[in-house]
Nanobody, 125 residues
Framework: QVQLVESGGGLVQAGGSLRLSCAAS????????MGWFRQAPGKERDFVAA????????YYVDSVKGRFSISKENAEKTVYLQMNSLKPEDTAVYYC??????????????????WGQGTQVIVSS
């Protein structure tokens, strides 16, 4: 069993930055591909970014390319999402997710085995 705990959300003005963290429990973090998803009120949970278990490859939804950066620190059992140049449309609850067993990174929520509780990000205009 893996537990994921997100932190780092908050209220920020448009153009500002936030860094989200997702701390994982368990001994096999290095074998997990990790993803970040977000869900705005009344909308589905959407893919934001993902990173392979090795950290060598990253993937982003087009709307955040060049502004967001995902990274994975296996020694810390933590995955980060650095968010720069934030826009009001980035407002959502952000969730991290883990996909075990040395599987590849995915943009599909149902491919992930474990989820955090979410952290709220609000970007004011």
């Amino acid at each position: 069993q893996v537990q994921l705990v997100e932190s780092g959300g908050g209220l920020v003005q448009a153009g500002g930055s936030l860094r989200l963290s997702c701390a994982a429990s368990g001994r096999t973090f290095s074998s997990y591909a990790m993803g970040w998803f977000r869900q705005a009120p009344g909308k589905e949970r959407d893919f934001v970014a993902a990173i392979t278990w090795s950290g060598s490859n990253t993937y982003y939804v087009d709307s955040v390319k060049g502004r967001f950066s995902i990274s994975k620190e296996n020694a810390e059992k933590t995955v980060y999402l650095q968010m720069n140049s934030l826009k009001p449309e980035d407002t959502a609850v952000y969730y991290c997710a883990a996909r075990g067993g040395w599987a590849g990174a995915s943009q599909i929520p149902r491919d992930y085995d474990y989820w955090g509780q979410g952290t709220q990000v609000i970007v004011s205009s």
